[in-house]
């Protein structure tokens, strides 16, 4: 991929290793029995990727950054899936340790995990301190199967709630980025901003317009735009 990327001009400095390590649809199993009490397998699994990750980053030229994470928003163990504090909680410490970033989804719907995230990462005593990003958000009927958020079917209530969360996560010092997953509206998770034939555009684009385009980042927070 550093190849590939080179060959364009790319600069590709960020990596995550995983895509919810802490979700069955991504790494199975998460626990050696079903039952939520019993030990999470996940912490064990993705640390063997992200390791790998790690020593080819090392390993190539160029200036390239470990993100850790991308963790499902799911803050209470179940059979099937793992917290995040549990994935926090069982990772090598010197993996842990090697980043300064951690990726975490986050839907509209949803609690906000950044406390519970926060309150993990330091719980590990990492000499660097911990920014957050949420590299997956968005609001919508998602399918409960796929997401630990409620489905919220109203678009313009959603809108007003991912507002109010975008707010609050921009006056926390501890988040430094949040991501919209998706723009076109996917037909099995659908929380776009567009519909699927492009045609027509869901409330919830007025607040990342507000948001983003021509405004600086650094700008006071824009008015609620639902």
């Known amino acids: 991929m550093l190849a590939e ?6 600069q590709l400095t960020y990596w995550s290793p995983w895509n919810e390590p802490n979700h069955p649809y991504f790494l199975s199993p998460q626990r050696g029995t079903c039952a939520a009490g019993a030990p999470s397998l996940a912490p064990a699994g993705y640390a063997a990727i992200a390791e790998a990750l790690e020593q080819a980053l090392a390993a190539a030229p160029g200036d390239q950054r470990l993100v850790l994470g991308d963790a499902a928003g799911l803050l ?5 899936a793992s917290s995040v504090q549990e994935l926090i909680a069982g990772l090598p410490r010197e993996l842990i340790c090697a980043s300064t970033i951690w990726a ?3 839907y509209i719907g949803g609690p906000d995990p950044v406390d519970a995230v926060a309150r993990a990462l330091a719980a590990r005593g990492c000499p660097s301190p911990y920014t957050i990003w949420i590299t997956e958000t968005g609001v919508g009927p998602a399918p409960s199967d796929l997401s630990g958020a409620r489905a919220i079917a109203d678009g313009r209530k959603g809108c007003e709630a991912l507002q109010a969360r975008l707010r609050r996560w921009y006056d926390d010092p501890r988040v430094s980025a949040a ?6 509206e996917d037909d099995r998770f659908p929380t776009g901003l567009v519909s699927t034939d492009l045609r027509r555009a869901r409330p919830a684009l007025a607040a990342w317009t507000a948001w983003g385009g021509a405004r600086a980042p650094a700008a006071p927070a824009p008015a609620p735009a639902c």
């Open 76 to 80: 209470q163990p179940t059979a099937s």
């Open 179 to 184: 991501f919209q997953y998706t723009e076109r």
């Open 104 to 106: 975490q989804h986050a």
């Open 5 to 10: 990327a080179a060959q364009v001009g790319a």
